[in-house]
């Protein structure tokens, strides 16, 4: 070896006695208190960068902003609506048209680390969008085949 030893973090632990760490190579938030208190580890991927990802209203803004300024088909980002709080059906449906979503949608948490980042639901109709429980994101549905690259 070059004197590099990789350990894996057990996150149910305190992170305190499992250091010291000089380099910490993550993609969760719980490294926070630990860096905050060890303000010399190198933090790889700086939690304010980091931090646009975890969001998916702000992280599905950079990537519109970025499709938008590429105009590459390459880059794909399906249109989405963000819904901050329940509103009418109409108002949903307007805002839909406008940003040019259509049936199905795939509805997703606001939160996009944690196990609650994975519940998802598909929409298929308008009467359905009542059950959509903001905050959340509306996307377009597009089949992938299980095939999805995600560049971060």
């Known amino acids: 070896g070059h004197g590099v030893e990789v350990v894996e973090i057990d996150l149910g632990q305190p992170l305190g006695p499992q250091g010291p760490f000089h380099v910490i190579v993550h993609k969760l938030s719980d490294v926070i208190s630990y860096v905050s ?6 933090l790889l991927d700086p939690l304010p960068a980091m931090t646009q990802l975890l969001d998916r209203f702000t992280s ?55 196990s609650l980042s994975h519940e998802m639901s598909l929409i298929f109709s308008d009467e359905r969008l009542l059950d959509v429980h903001p905050p959340c994101v509306l996307q377009s549905f597009v089949n992938h085949g299980a095939v999805l690259h995600k560049v971060f």
Request: charged share 15%; proline share 8%.
């Open 60 to 114: 599905y803004r950079i990537m519109s902003q970025l499709h938008n300024s590429l105009r590459d088909w390459r880059v794909c980002s399906p249109p989405y609506l963000s819904i901050h709080t329940p509103g009418d059906m109409s108002s949903i449906q307007e805002a839909m048209r406008s940003q040019g979503l259509s049936f199905p949608l795939i509805c997703k948490t606001r939160v996009a680390h944690g």
């Open 37 to 42: 208190a060890h303000p010399d580890t190198i």
